[in-house]
């Protein structure tokens, strides 16, 4: 069997997908945890491209998630556009998570919660529409890499900004209702982000 190792900050962040299909798929890894004041002095430089995270399977980098991807071109250019729509508020939490200044997290939130989730909001639900009238999943009907992706984008979470979008709500139940998704929320560290 191969070695995994998973290389991040000590936070949930763009690592807790990767940890979560691990968790999924019953795959052991190590979980290495750069932990506070050693990115700079000690592991950037050793990271390909010099950012994490990152992923080796025996010393080379993981591509795909196997399995948990799509079973065609036609639903894998589907997870990969509910991915990009779900990066969009990642990038966006990025800018609240690396200020300091309690003034500008303030708008970066406010822009955050009515300007750019719900925008994403209907979005997604016009995606999950498309497959079976929204009420089964984006594609196919079975947990694949994109419902990961779509229940950690914590943005869509903000004092309930989802309720109002009926169908992602209802999604999001059923993806967190999942045995192995509920089993690993519930034994993750826990972390600040």
């Known amino acids: 069997m191969p070695k995994y190792k998973l290389v991040y900050f000590n936070s949930k962040g763009r690592a807790e997908v990767t940890r979560l ?12 945890r750069i932990r506070d004041g050693q990115w700079n002095t000690k592991y950037k430089l050793e990271m390909p491209c010099k950012q994490v995270p990152v992923l080796f399977i025996d010393g080379q980098l993981l591509t795909h998630y196997q399995s948990l991807y799509g079973q065609t071109n036609l639903q894998c250019a589907r997870i990969d556009a509910v991915m ?6 990642r990038y966006s939490l990025g800018k609240w998570f690396s200020t300091e ?12 919660k009515h300007e750019e989730a719900p ?4 979005n997604l639900e016009t995606l999950l529409g498309q497959n079976n ?22 943005p869509l979470y903000i004092d309930d900004i989802l309720g109002k979008y009926p169908k992602l709500s209802a999604l999001f139940d059923r993806v967190a209702s999942n045995e192995k998704v509920s089993e690993w929320v519930k034994k993750r560290p826990v972390t600040k982000y």
């Open 21 to 32: 299909l691990f968790h999924l798929g019953g795959y052991d890894y190590e979980d290495f």
């Open 84 to 89: 990009d729509v779900c990066n969009d508020l």
């Open 101 to 112: 200044d309690p003034e500008e997290q303030e708008s970066c939130v406010r822009v955050l």
């Open 119 to 122: 925008t994403v909001c209907i």
């Open 133 to 154: 009238g929204g009420d089964g999943y984006f594609v196919g009907d079975t947990i694949c890499l994109y419902f990961v992706i779509f229940n950690l984008s914590e």
